[in-house]
């Protein structure tokens, strides 16, 4: 079992900057893909972030490449999302989410996740 804990959430106006963090604890995997989604107002989830086990792979959905950058520091358990030049369409519930033994790309088509709660950012304009 995972537990997994996104922290980081507010208000921002458009053009700032936040960063997300997500804590895992529990059987924590540090050799597996963890990432972030988010679901807009109304809308379905749809994929943020992706980042390998060792961090030298990520993926980016279109909408946030160029924007946001996920890293992770393996000896805290600990997913980051430094989220710049946010636009109002960033507003949403952001979810981390870990693959219990996938890469980036298994993490990328979220299923079989291990999800969090979710943190909401708002972006005003």
């Known amino acids: 079992q995972v537990h997994l804990v996104e922290s980081g959430g507010g208000l921002v106006q458009a053009g700032g900057s936040l960063r997300l963090s997500c804590a895992a604890s529990?059987?924590?995997?540090?050799?597996?893909?963890r990432g972030w989604f988010r679901q807009p107002p109304g809308k379905e989830r749809e994929f943020v972030a992706a980042?390998?086990?060792?961090?030298?792979?990520?993926s980016y959905g279109d909408s946030v490449k160029g924007r946001f950058t996920i890293s992770r520091d393996n000896a805290k358990n600990t997913v980051y999302l430094q989220m710049n030049r946010l636009k109002p369409e960033d507003t949403a519930v952001y979810y981390c989410a870990a693959h219990p033994w996938g890469n980036v790309a298994m993490v990328a088509a979220g299923t079989g996740l291990y999800w969090g709660k979710g943190t909401l950012v708002t972006v005003s304009s």
């Open positions: 529990g059987s924590t995997f540090s050799s597996s893909g």
């Open positions: 980042i390998s086990w060792s961090g030298d792979i990520t």
